[in-house]
C-alpha cells in the first residue's frame, strides 16, 4: 500500500471516530533481545516510531491479539508475554485502552507485513529514534514495572 493512501485511510478512520467517538482495545509490546528493544515505524505513521502491537478483535484477549499481531506484522512468535498494565488514551475522537506486555525473544530476524509496518529495527535503549508520546508512555512503564 502505497504512503498517500495509508494516510489517506487513516484520516478516513479519524473522521469516523470524530463522528462515533468509538471505544478502541489495543495490545503493545516492548520486546526484548539481548539489550535491545524492536521498535516499527508505521505506513500511515512515517515519522516515528513506536512498540509492536495492534487492535484487540472481538472474542480475543489482549494477549492473544498481541501474539497474532506480532506474527503478522514482524514476523515473530511470542511465547508468555508478561502483562505489565494498561494505558488509558484519548486523542483522536476515541478512547483507547491500550494493554503493555513485556517480552524476551532469542533471535533479531524480523520479517516485515509492508502493509502496515514500514521498518522495524532493534534499538539500545540509551539510543532510541523519534517516538510518539504514547509509545514513550508504553516504554516507559515496563521499564519501572
Known amino acids: 500500500m502505497s504512503t498517500w493512501l495509508a494516510v489517506f485511510?487513516?484520516?478516513?478512520?479519524?473522521?469516523?471516530?470524530?463522528?462515533?467517538?468509538?471505544t478502541t482495545r489495543g495490545a503493545k509490546a516492548v520486546i526484548f533481545n539481548d539489550?535491545?528493544?524492536?521498535?516499527?515505524?508505521?505506513?500511515?505513521?512515517p515519522n516515528s516510531w513506536t512498540l509492536?502491537?495492534?487492535?484487540?478483535d472481538k472474542g480475543e484477549t489482549p494477549r492473544e491479539a498481541l501474539i497474532r499481531e506480532c506474527k503478522e506484522e514482524v514476523g515473530i512468535v511470542l511465547e508468555g508475554p508478561e502483562h505489565i498494565g494498561?494505558?488509558?488514551i484519548e486523542?483522536?475522537?476515541k478512547k483507547d485502552t491500550v494493554s503493555v506486555f513485556k517480552a524476551v525473544v532469542n533471535s533479531f530476524a524480523v520479517v516485515v507485513d509492508r502493509r502496515e509496518v514500514a521498518e522495524a529495527q532493534w534499538y539500545d535503549l540509551g539510543a532510541l529514534p523519534p517516538m510518539g508520546k504514547?509509545?514513550?508512555a508504553m516504554l516507559n512503564l515496563v521499564l519501572s514495572s
Not at 487513516?10 to 473522521?15: D, P, S
Not at 509492536?52 to 484487540?56: K, L
Open 86 to 88: 494498561n494505558l488509558y
Open 91 to 93: 486523542q483522536q475522537y
Open 52 to 56: 509492536p502491537g495492534g487492535t484487540v
Open 35 to 45: 539489550g535491545k528493544i524492536l521498535l516499527v515505524r508505521l505506513t500511515y505513521y
Open 9 to 22: 485511510i487513516r484520516n478516513l478512520h479519524i473522521a469516523y471516530w470524530f463522528i462515533t467517538r468509538p
Open 134 to 136: 504514547n509509545g514513550k
